[in-house]
């Protein structure tokens, strides 16, 4: 399905083998050296609690729920090290990523130069770093887009039902991963009506076949399923930062200027105004469909990256890749500008590839003289799983950061599955609600003395100077009312709070 085009200049294998065995150590290092961002919470846990038991049925997930899926054979291939499998899944994805952003452009009959320049400097957006160092579900669906966006270019040329189903289904795959791909494959949907109005059909039910998965989690679990995916969604972020003072961060203006500095942070900025340039400049030519096609997708990629709130930096990933694809067509056409425009271009996004590649250039010195924070933390579990063995003689434990827990061969709570984002809202649903969906609130706290935990681990939500209320704190309140025994975690800032001994 997926081949190179014949017109790709021959030229040996050990430069491009070269380039992605660098960026597969790149990627690699960079996941171990990266600290936990504070969101993974619910992406670790998700993936581990999808291994014992069936998503939204028994456990509450605030995303789709195919990245959980996914990933949640690792939890049971490398117990004790999923921390750090999931990590290098993660780099893997964005590596595959790279290499069918590069296959897409040469298909699109991109020059190999200008696809290996124009995929390099997507590689070095911030957004791109960022998420190919962290476990989160944005790394999935971009790999995911990226390959529907290929199998579109081929369709476009070869014109087979199967190519434009395929495409489909991976879009459909991607948005069962994450939501703010939907208007990605919409974009490319409305483009196939006008381009090729006999195919969107098969584009449409090879999205309806990627979908499926999610249609079927929605159908065993529809109450759990709608809080956790679009009510959360929609009235959380808003409670949490209102209730902190800070709710006007929130705001429309706020969130097109954080989507400008995201862009900044790197190439993409720069690329995207190059791209909006060239494309005025050239508007009475007719281009090729695959460029319309990029052009389309663009569009989709910047309405996907302004529609979640709070705005972060792993959200621009849905346009990257028809970004890259413009890319590499302008770096082609910029053979035919002036004598220097090319070069000076070029340079520019190198320059500007320096603020994408800090971060995680300053995780990989740090790790270098202090350990990697990955492995670390993985130690760490280790220790309190052992510590609460010892002291209890059982392995249950309740926490709000359930990412440092994964590796320790204790019993996590099932109703602190989404980490601490319900939990620090739980004024906006009744008990009830927080019961039936199996989702713990501080109102519903009390009913862990039915079968009391063995231990509680705290520390990890103690808020920040933006956000300062602290959700841990009814957590501490809880386990020193019950005489619970206080640990300090080797890191120095978790304390793991045991339950007296009943032997």
């Known amino acids: ?34 600290p936990f961002d504070h969101d993974e919470s619910q992406y670790i846990a998700g993936a581990w609690f999808s291994s014992r038991l069936l998503i939204y049925r028994d456990f509450l997930y605030l995303q789709p729920p195919l990245h959980a899926w996914l990933f949640a054979p ?42 290996a320049l124009a995929t390099a400097f997507i590689a070095a957006t911030a957004a791109f770093q960022f998420t190919a160092s962290v476990t989160r579900n944005d790394m999935l669906p971009t790999m995911l887009a990226t390959l529907a966006m290929l199998l579109s270019v081929i369709a476009l ?18 948005v069962a991963a994450k939501l703010n791909f939907i208007p990605l494959g919409a974009a490319v949907g409305g483009f196939a009506l006008l381009a090729r109005p006999r195919h969107a059909a098969w584009l449409a039910l090879g999205a309806l076949a990627g979908l499926a998965p999610m249609l ?26 209102a209730a902190n003072g800070a709710g006007d961060e929130l705001s429309w203006g706020e969130k097109f200027g954080d989507l400008a500095k995201y862009l900044w942070r790197g190439p993409a900025l720069l690329s995207l105004a190059a791209i909006i340039a060239h494309g005025w400049a050239s508007r009475g030519r007719a281009g090729p469909p695959e460029r319309r096609l990029a052009c389309w997708m663009i569009g989709g990629g910047l309405i ?33 500008w002036p004598r220097r425009a090319r070069p000076v271009l070029i340079a520019s996004l190198c320059l500007s590839a320096v603020p994408g590649l800090l971060p995680a250039t300053r995780h990989v010195i740090a790790m270098a003289g202090h350990g990697s924070p990955i ?15 010892r002291l209890t003689g059982d392995d249950e434990i309740v926490t709000l950061s359930p990412q440092q827990l994964v590796d320790s061969g204790l019993n996590i709570d099932r109703r602190f599955a989404p980490g601490p984002f319900v939990y620090r809202t739980g004024w906006t649903m009744e008990g009830a609600e927080a019961r039936r969906i199996h989702a713990m609130i501080p109102a519903t706290l009390a009913d862990l003395d039915r079968d009391p935990p063995e231990a509680i681990l705290v520390g990890y939500e103690m808020g920040t100077r933006k956000l300062p209320l602290r959700p841990d704190d009814s957590l501490i309140a809880y386990a020193k009312r019950r005489a619970y025994r206080m ?15 009943r032997r």
Request: aromatic share 10%.
């Open 157 to 174: 040329q070869a014109g087979g039902r199967r190519h434009w189903f395929g495409a489909g289904l991976f879009f459909g795959l991607a």
């Open 304 to 336: 996907g990256a302004a529609l979640p709130t709070p705005s972060q930096l792993q959200y621009v990933m849905p346009l990257l890749p028809p970004l890259g694809l413009a890319l590499g067509f302008m770096l082609d056409d910029a053979r035919a």
């Open 375 to 389: 492995l670390a933390a993985s130690d760490h579990a280790r220790w309190a799983g052992a510590q609460v063995r």
């Open 74 to 115: 690792l939890a049971l291939g490398f117990p004790g090290r999923m921390l750090v499998a999931m990590r290098l899944a993660t780099a893997a994805c964005a590596l595959i990523t790279l290499l069918l952003l590069h296959f897409a452009q040469r298909r699109a009959g991109i020059s190999r130069a200008s696809a």
């Open 1 to 34: 399905m997926i081949s190179c085009p014949a017109r790709m200049e021959p030229r040996g294998a050990t430069l491009p083998v070269a380039a992605t065995a660098a960026a597969l150590l790149w990627f690699g290092i960079a996941a171990l050296a990266t």
């Open 216 to 241: 079927v989690a929605c159908a065993l679990a529809p109450a759990a399923f709608f809080y956790g995916v679009v009510t959360f969604a929609a009235s959380g972020p808003f409670a949490w930062y």
């Open 487 to 501: 640990l300090a975690m080797p890191d120095g800032v978790g304390k793991l709070y045991v339950r007296p001994s």
